[in-house]
């Protein structure tokens, strides 16, 4: 096998198993991205600081929100992040209904904290078509405060 086709056979099996996905930008309702989800095997989503406070767990077809501490934060549901009580709190770019302004540089992650006890949210509400007073961030930092 020649050099070009172990480099494409390479490139196929990282593409495939997903190492080579890109990371997801969350905004505010503001059009500011104040999160990210990293393409890593926990899904981790890191304030754009470099701060991981929540990962998502795959649940009925959605995703859950989950703290670090483990806490229920929402759900992300078609690239809209909703609160507890339904309401949106931030979204994707290709979610995104108004301007989002542009990415700035993310600086290096911080090193995850472990995955706290599993705190369960009573029941999933109606989504809402409208937006929370929680900012995005906010929510977030609920993940690694007790």
């Known amino acids: 096998m020649g050099p070009m086709r172990v480099l494409i056979a390479l490139l196929c099996c990282l593409c495939s198993s997903g190492l080579m996905a890109q990371e997801v930008a969350l905004f505010g309702r503001e059009g500011k991205a104040v999160a990210y989800i990293a393409a890593d095997v926990d899904r981790t989503i890191y304030l754009w600081g470099g701060e991981p406070v929540a990962y998502l767990a795959a649940s009925a077809g959605d995703f859950e929100i989950r703290g670090f501490n483990g ?76």
């Open 71 to 146: 806490q229920h934060l929402g759900w992300l549901v078609n690239g809209t992040v909703y609160d507890g009580n339904g309401e949106a709190v931030g979204v994707t770019k290709r979610a995104a209904t108004f301007f989002t302004e542009w990415e700035p540089y993310k600086p290096f992650k911080k090193a995850k904290p472990l995955k706290g006890l599993l705190r369960y949210q009573l029941y999933k509400p109606y989504w809402r078509t409208s937006w929370s007073d929680t900012p995005l961030d906010e929510l977030l930092r609920r993940g690694i405060s007790d």
